[in-house]
């Protein structure tokens, strides 16, 4: 049974938790996208990976178990209603994935599935949480960026992952439900082309 990693002791989580704060900042700084960030998305060959909606606490608690929702850590009401918005700032724009793949944690599935309807959603491992006990953090990496590569000009895609999976991709923190539209930059590097702060 694939259970998270519940290895850290305290002193190690309250450290983690720091690092993450330091990012916040930037954070705070997120605007809408502006026109070049609108202007690659109508392009395409691009992906918009969000970070799922807010849930409540940091860590999925102990006995989490892939595929049940109770075991985890899921979206409150403040995170449905972000889901919503998101997905109807998307209509607004005329803006379709050509693809929607989530994480297979309840909360990403959620955020994907109020955003963008649940028949929209594949469900893809690589974008799970590299800190899940059995995951191949590296192998993860690779699949998500050789699949960036292939987002063809004329489309996007849209991805719901986790802090830690866009913190190994491009540095730094994200805030709940904020999107970070990418494209690859050749050899395996990620471009971060701008934010979308969260709705």
């Given at each position: 049974?694939?259970?998270?990693?519940?290895?850290?002791?305290?002193?190690?989580?309250?450290?983690?938790?720091?690092?993450?704060?330091?990012?916040?900042?930037?954070?705070?700084?997120?605007?809408?996208?502006?026109?070049?960030?609108?202007?690659?998305?109508?392009?395409?060959?691009?992906?918009?990976?969000?970070?799922?909606?807010?849930?409540?606490?940091?860590?999925?608690?102990?006995?989490?178990?892939?595929?049940?929702?109770?075991?985890?850590?899921?979206?409150?009401?403040?995170?449905?209603?972000?889901?919503?918005?998101?997905?109807?700032?998307?209509?607004?724009?005329?803006?379709?994935?050509?693809?929607?793949?989530?994480?297979?944690?309840?909360?990403?599935?959620?955020?994907?599935?109020?955003?963008?309807?649940?028949?929209?959603?594949?469900?893809?491992d690589a974008l799970g949480s590299p800190r899940a006990e059995g995951s191949d953090a590296q192998r993860q990496q690779a699949a998500?960026?050789?699949?960036?590569?292939?987002?063809?000009?004329?489309?996007?895609?849209?991805?719901?992952?986790?802090?830690?999976?866009?913190?190994?991709?491009?540095?730094?923190?994200?805030?709940?439900?904020?999107?970070?539209?990418?494209?690859?930059?050749?050899?395996?590097?990620?471009?971060?082309?701008?934010?979308?702060?969260?709705?």
């Amino acid at each position: 049974m694939v259970r998270f990693d519940h290895g850290f002791d305290a002193a190690r989580r309250r450290y983690l938790m720091l690092a993450l704060g330091a990012s916040m900042p930037a954070l705070s700084r997120a605007q809408s996208p502006d026109a070049a960030t609108l202007d690659a998305l109508r392009h395409g060959g691009c992906v918009v990976a969000f970070r799922h909606a807010n849930a409540p606490g940091t860590f999925d608690p102990p006995g989490f178990q892939p595929g049940r929702c109770e075991t985890q850590r899921n979206l409150d009401d403040a995170g449905r209603a972000q889901s919503r918005r998101l997905g109807e700032w998307f209509r607004k724009q005329g803006l379709v994935p050509a693809a929607v793949r989530s994480s297979p944690w309840c909360r990403c599935l959620e955020t994907a599935r109020l955003a963008f309807g649940e028949a929209a959603v594949q469900t893809w491992d690589a974008l799970g949480s590299p800190r899940a006990e059995g995951s191949d953090a590296q192998r993860q990496q690779a699949a998500l960026r050789t699949a960036l590569a292939r987002v063809p000009a004329g489309g996007f895609e849209v991805w719901v992952t986790h802090q830690f999976t866009l913190s190994a991709l491009v540095g730094g923190g994200t805030a709940s439900a904020e999107g970070l539209v990418l494209r690859s930059g050749g050899d395996g590097a990620v471009e971060l082309i701008g934010r979308m702060a969260p709705a």
